[in-house]
């Protein structure tokens, strides 16, 4: 895919006169990536949050995943994106993965995580300053490896913590063009796959559609739905 791209770039852009190598080959089908943070993971990993000596990346954690912003988004996160009088986080088209701005809806957490920063470090620059050429904190990786060691758990990306803020937004039953919108997605289709990964609404479905079967069947415990007989069965 990477090589069809390249190529194709090239004879447009450079106007050459050239076939492309990579068309017409059958590529191996991508695999989107399905982990969330679990409900059960939650205590646990707030606990672990809790201890993090660290406070930039305490916060950054935090509003990772209160915003569902990219990864890039929150570690440029700037003073001038964020209005805490309206509660938004303004990114600019020059940031969004799109090409449009967004204008994300900060919750209340997210809004008194942001307060709490500003009174000890106050409004100027970046949310995340750091010492590097970029201005802004990198590199949080390390944090988030010990994070996830002290809380216990696996195979967690930074990135997943947006994912995880869609699943538990489906899973309350919010519409996926709402939740969409938040994320700043283009189409509809970009958040849909996020609803494979919400358990509840699916459960919820089951529970009912079981409940009206029983009650329909005059049936309260399924286990005593069929007594068991003693005796010879018939061929």
């Not at 309206?86 to 600019?92: A, E, N, S, Y």
């Not at 519409?175 to 990964?197: D, F, M, N, P």
Request: no cysteine.
């Amino acid at each position: 895919a990477l090589v069809r791209a390249v190529f194709n770039f090239g004879i447009k852009e450079l106007d050459l006169s050239l076939s492309n190598p990579a068309a017409g080959i059958k590529m191996h089908r991508e695999e989107s990536r399905d982990r969330r943070l679990h409900a059960d993971e939650l205590p646990k990993f707030f606990e672990a949050l809790a201890e993090e000596e660290n406070v930039d990346i305490r916060d950054y954690v935090l509003l990772s995943l209160l915003t569902g912003g990219r990864r890039s988004n929150v570690l440029s996160m700037r003073w001038d994106e964020i209005s805490l009088e309206r509660g938004t986080w303004r990114i600019p088209s020059s940031k969004a993965k799109a090409g449009e701005a967004i204008e994300v809806p900060l919750s209340t957490a997210a809004q008194e995580i942001l307060r709490s920063r500003a009174s000890t470090n106050g409004k100027q620059g970046f949310v995340f300053p750091g010492p590097g050429r970029a201005g802004h904190l990198v590199e949080p990786r390390k944090g988030w490896e010990r994070i996830l060691r002290r809380a216990g758990i696996e195979d967690l990306r930074l990135h997943d913590l947006r994912r995880s803020l869609a699943s538990f937004q489906i899973d309350a039953g919010v519409s996926l063009a709402v939740i969409g919108k938040g994320l700043g997605h283009q189409s509809q289709a970009t958040t849909a796959v996020y609803a494979r990964l919400a358990q509840e609404p699916v459960r919820d479905a089951m529970e009912k559609g079981a409940a009206a079967i029983l009650a329909a069947a005059g049936v309260t415990n399924p286990a005593k739905v069929v007594p068991i007989r003693k005796g010879k069965r018939s061929a």
